[in-house]
Nanobody, 118 residues
Framework: QVQLAESGGGSVQPGGSLRLSCVAS????????MGWYRQTPGKQRELVAT???????MYADSVKGRFTISRDSAKNTQYLQMNNLEAEDTAVYFC????????????WGQGTQVTVSS
């Protein structure tokens, strides 16, 4: 079992920045990949970015060049640095991970609200 806890959400004006953090606990040695999803009311959860144990990253087209995902293994923490935020980035952001030999994300945090508004 893995437990995930996000922090760092909040309200910011368009063009501003926020950094989300996600601390993993439990069976962390088994984690193969971590990522961030986001969801707005009435819509499906959307993949934002992922990072694997080799440091390889993947981003949704909508956030490329603005968001950066990173991982500090020593602190069991992943981050999502969000710059040049837009109103369309407003959502609840969820931290997620999957273990080795799993093909889909299986553990989720409780979510943190990000609101971009003038």
């Amino acid at each position: 079992q893995v437990q995930l806890a996000e922090s760092g959400g909040g309200s910011v004006q368009p063009g501003g920045s926020l950094r989300l953090s996600c601390v993993a606990s439990g069976s962390i040695a088994s984690i193969a990949e971590m990522g961030w999803y986001r969801q707005t009311p009435g819509k499906q959860r959307e993949l934002v970015a992922t990072i694997n144990t080799d440091g390889r990253t993947m981003y949704a087209d909508s956030v490329k060049g603005r968001f950066t995902i990173s991982r500090d293994s020593a602190k069991n923490t992943q981050y999502l640095q969000m710059n040049n935020l837009e109103a369309e980035d407003t959502a609840v952001y969820f931290c997620t991970c999957r273990r080795l030999r799993r093909t889909s994300f299986e553990y989720w945090g409780q979510g943190t609200q990000v609101t971009v508004s003038s």
